[in-house]
Nanobody, 126 residues
């Protein structure tokens, strides 16, 4: 069983930055394929960014390309989402997700992921 705990959300002004963290349990974290999703009120949960365990395949939503970056520290069992140049439309609950042996053709599909965090709220004011 893998447990994921997000942190780092909060309120920020448009143009600002936040870094979300997702701490994972398990001794094989380095083999996890990881993703960040978000869900705004009344909208579907969408993939923001995803990456295979070795970074060989990555996905970035068009809306965040050039602004958001995923990274990981295997020694700390943690994956990060650096968010720069934030916009009000980035406001959502952000979720960390994990799986093993993801089909890279479906990295952005929420059905790919078996494990989910509880979410952290990000609010961007205009």
């Amino acid at each position: 069983q893998v447990q994921l705990v997000e942190s780092g959300g909060g309120l920020v002004q448009a143009g600002g930055s936040l870094r979300l963290s997702c701490a994972a349990s398990g001794r094989t974290f380095s083999t996890y394929d990881m993703a960040w999703f978000r869900q705004a009120p009344g909208k579907e949960r969408e993939c923001v960014v995803a990456s295979t365990w070795n970074g060989g395949s990555t996905y970035y939503a068009d809306s965040v390309k050039g602004r958001f970056t995923i990274s990981r520290d295997n020694a700390k069992n943690t994956v990060y989402l650096q968010m720069n140049s934030l916009k009000p439309e980035d406001t959502a609950v952000y979720y960390c997700a994990a799986t093993i042996y993801a089909d890279t053709a479906y990295l952005e599909d929420k059905k790919t992921y078996n494990y989910w965090g509880q979410g952290t709220q990000v609010t961007v004011s205009s």
